[in-house]
Every structure is written in C-alpha cells, then in structure tokens.
C-alpha cells in the first residue's frame, strides 16, 4: 500500500514553532502537499515539494527529502487561527492522504 | 470564479435509498477526485477521473459508482446507503497529472444513513 504517516495530534503555544512530519512510501513518489483544513472546512492548498529542499512560504515552510521518504511543515510565530488539522498528501499515479494531524495552539 | 461545486450541502438518507452527490467544476481540469471524511480522520480516496470517459477505483470504492461523461462533471452515486457510509465527501480537481498545481475542493456533501 501507499502508507502516509503523520503525528495524530500535537499541541504548542502562540508564538512558537511547531514542526510536523511526514513520512511515505517513496516507489511512484511524484510530488507532496500539504493542506490546511480548519474543522468543518475543505482543505485549502500550503504547499508543494517535488524536489529536496526548502519552500519557504511567509510564516510556513515545507521540506523534502525524496530519499528518506520524509517531510515536514514548519509554522512559524504560531497564531491562535493555526489550530486546524495539517494534511500530507503524495501525489503517485493519484493523489493519497494521510490521516492528518491535529494542531492544537495554547494561549 | 464558480470553483468546485457540490450538491447538496446535507442529505439524511434512510437505510437502502440511493441517491447522487454532484460535483462540476469551471476550470476545465482533466482530473477529477472524490474523497470521503469520516470524524477526525484524513480523507480517503474512492474514485478518481484523469478526463472525461475514464474513471478508476481508489481506496476505497465499495458501495459507490462513479462515471465522466463530461470534463466539467464527476457525480458520485450510492446505490444502497448504509450506516457506514455515513461521512462527509469531497469532490476536488486539479489540471494535470504531474502538476504542480494543487487540488481544488469543493466545500462538501454531509450525508448522514440513518
């Protein structure tokens, strides 16, 4: 099968960083989203890695490693309106999601 | 910009009924998704379409047909709805295969089978 696997939940505080991660099968790998989904909302796009690397977007970042079978989404300056599920989805010959992980931001 | 666009936004349906989710989209995309949500869990792939006349089984297909006979239109049937496959579902699209560009999802369809 095409095993996502992220963290069920993770908790931290308003201001801090929190990184999340993501591990997947690497045979048939074509490129990795993340998503953003706020509880009772579509998902909306974060963004894209096709190769190794840093993509840096404003306060998000995600990076890659084609090899290991790994991401990650950094968020940085955590605000309240960051708590939402973080969805990792690799795009094989279709798109296939992982279970997402719960982001839980204190005050 | 109309989006993706699923009807109807809720539904009940009663043990064994059957019923079409719709899903059309304005971007002229050639792949077309569905995915289902149940509560607190990620999205499950049940049928996929890369342009119109060829559909394929994701995760999850049991219970649902799907067909494209249009690049604008995916809708998804349920012929006999049952308890478990009460969920929230979600049509999305995206331009190519290999792209870059992400998917589009519709704001999606709560069906509950009671």
């Known amino acids: 099968g095409q095993n996502i696997d992220q963290p069920t939940e993770m908790t931290a505080t308003e201001g801090a960083i929190v990184q999340i991660n993501c591990t997947y099968q690497t045979s048939g790998f074509n490129g990795l989203f993340w998503y953003q989904q706020h509880a009772g909302e579509a998902p909306t796009f974060l963004s894209y890695n096709v190769l190794d690397g840093l993509e840096e977007k404003g306060r998000f970042s995600s990076f890659l490693s084609r090899s290991k079978g790994y991401s990650y989404l950094l968020l940085k300056e955590l605000q309240m309106k960051d708590s939402a599920s973080y969805l990792c989805a690799v795009r094989y010959d279709k798109i296939i999601f992982g279970k997402g992980t719960r982001l839980h931001i204190l005050p | 910009n109309a989006g993706v666009t699923q009807t109807p936004k809720f539904r009940i349906l009663k043990i064994g009924q059957s019923m079409t989710l719709q899903c059309a989209q304005d971007?002229?995309?050639?792949?077309m998704y569905w995915y289902r949500q149940d509560p607190g869990m990620g999205l499950k792939l049940i049928y996929y379409?890369?342009?119109?006349?060829?559909?394929d089984k994701g995760e999850v297909p049991n219970g649902y047909n799907v067909s494209r006979s249009t690049t604008e239109d995916f809708p998804l049937r349920l012929e006999l709805a049952a308890p478990s496959q009460t969920s929230v579902y979600f049509c999305?699209?995206?331009?190519?295969?290999?792209?870059?560009?992400?998917?589009?999802f519709g704001d999606g369809t709560r069906l509950s089978i009671l």
């Open positions: 999305a699209s995206t331009s190519g295969g290999h792209s870059n560009q992400p998917q589009h």
């Open positions: 379409s890369v342009g119109a006349g060829i559909t």
């Open positions: 971007m002229n995309h050639n792949y």
